[in-house]
């Protein structure tokens, strides 16, 4: 039995240049390939004015879905460095962190980059439009903020979420406490 091309398309991350995100990720969409860049709303100042921009959550990278037996026309896009690999072997990022993430960016939430963490409590989201996702659960002056990681990438994003829709008792915690300034892992 012969395998759907679908079968075959796994999420991988592009490294792309500084500053190329949106241009790599509007190149690989006009061309049919897949690809997903999760933005976020950031205020910058200039001299005379403020302004919302969107910038990438993963600054300097892209996910894109492909078969990796045709790595062609993703390495010829323009922009892109390389697929985020070890040695010869590319490294597919988790269905599950792409659908976690594609759902944040749906939910209209706001987030932030956040640092990878690797200590804390998981818990679930048992309310709102991120019902069912797990995470670390952090507290920042006094709001709970549910972090999503990509572990290939070693990076995470922080949405802010309400504490009605967590639940912790459903998903084993870890003890390990994490207090950098105001930052306070909640644990067990």
């Given at each position: 039995?012969?395998?759907?091309s679908?079968?075959?398309?796994?999420?991988?991350?592009?490294?792309?240049?500084?500053?190329?995100?949106?241009?790599?990720?509007?190149?690989?969409?006009?061309?049919?390939?897949?690809?997903?860049?999760?933005?976020?709303?950031?205020?910058?100042?200039?001299?005379?004015?403020?302004?919302?921009?969107?910038?990438?959550?993963?600054?300097?990278?892209?996910?894109?879905?492909f078969?990796?037996?045709?790595?062609?026309?993703?390495?010829?896009?323009?922009?892109?460095?390389?697929?985020?690999?070890?040695?010869?072997?590319?490294?597919?990022?988790?269905?599950?962190?792409?659908?976690?993430?594609?759902r944040?960016?749906?939910?209209?939430?706001?987030?932030?980059?956040?640092?990878?963490?690797?200590?804390?409590?998981?818990?679930?989201?048992?309310?709102?439009?991120?019902?069912?996702?797990?995470?670390?659960?952090?507290?920042?002056?006094?709001?709970?903020?549910?972090?999503?990681?990509?572990?290939?990438?070693?990076?995470?994003?922080?949405?802010?979420?309400?504490?009605?829709?967590?639940?912790?008792?459903?998903?084993?915690?870890?003890?390990?406490?994490?207090?950098?300034?105001?930052?306070?892992?909640?644990t067990a």
């Open positions: 039995m012969e395998q759907s679908d079968d075959r398309l796994l999420w991988f991350v592009l490294r792309v240049r500084p500053r190329h995100d949106k241009t790599v990720s509007l190149t690989l969409r006009n061309s049919g390939i897949e690809e997903f860049l999760p933005l976020y709303r950031a205020r910058h100042k200039w001299a005379d004015r403020f302004k919302v921009v969107d910038l990438p959550l993963f600054p300097g990278y892209v996910f894109c879905r078969d990796p037996s045709s790595l062609l026309p993703i390495l010829n896009t323009p922009g892109v460095i390389d697929i985020v690999r070890a040695g010869r072997v590319l490294l597919p990022v988790k269905d599950c962190e792409i659908a976690d993430l594609q944040l960016a749906k939910s209209g939430l706001n987030s932030e980059p956040w640092p990878y963490l690797q200590v804390g409590q998981r818990v679930r989201i048992e309310g709102g439009p991120l019902f069912g996702l797990e995470g670390l659960l952090v507290e920042i002056r006094k709001s709970l903020r549910l972090v999503l990681s990509v572990d290939l990438l070693q990076r995470s994003v922080l949405v802010e979420i309400d504490r009605d829709w967590v639940n912790v008792s459903k998903v084993p915690s870890s003890s390990a406490v994490f207090e950098p300034d105001t930052l306070k892992v909640q």
